[in-house]
């Protein structure tokens, strides 16, 4: 059986990304650096032989993936499984804003709790993983032997990177999330393995890196 290649993307950088504000799955635009981000990726991935591209349909992630389109030539397709972590009411807050309202819930958020969910409609960790385990066999089960783009958020490659190399989702992160970075894996029979991780030197300067935001 032929395998899929996949270059997955965290979308570029958000005014919310440099605050520390969680961004869960509202829909922030990129500030400048990520239109910037968002354009040199394009122009790196420009010689890949691409399929397709699919995105998160929240526009900092479209807006990446459309750049990447114009450069690759590509069609892109809206992936709502894609989407970032649902993160309920800590939507919108800064780390400090949550530690102080809900000081037993950002407990269990730092310790990676894998079935805890963030307050009034969040997801847990183990529920992400199964989302995105999902969405990536489905997506790469119909390009087998081809290349797809995959453009998410920093807790779509988290969970992307954990299912490529068998850890648990409350393992510390010792891994890169980096905005704009290139990141290659390879999907066989319901198998992801990781070819590349956080390639930036298509980026001149650095991209910002968070955790789960």
Known sequence: MEATRIIAVRHGETAWNVDARIQGQ?????????????????????ADPVACIYASDL???????????????APVVAEAGLRERRFGSFEGKTFKDIEAAWPEQA?????????????????????????????????????????????????????LYRLATGQAVDTPRTWQLQNGAINRLLWSRGQLAVVGWSDTQHLEREATDENTV
């Open 26 to 46: 509202l829909d922030i635009a990129l500030n400048d650096t990520g239109w910037w981000q968002a354009e040199r990726v394009g122009r790196a991935l420009a």
């Open 59 to 73: 526009m900092r992630a479209w807006h990446t993936a459309e750049a990447i389109a114009r450069a690759a030539g």
């Open 107 to 159: 407990l269990h958020w730092r310790r990676r709790i894998p079935d805890w969910t963030p307050p009034e409609g969040g997801e847990s960790l183990l529920a992400l993983r199964e989302r995105v385990r999902g969405t990536v066999d489905q997506l790469a089960s119909r390009h087998l032997g081809e290349l797809i783009v995959l453009v998410a958020h920093g807790g779509v490659l988290d969970a």
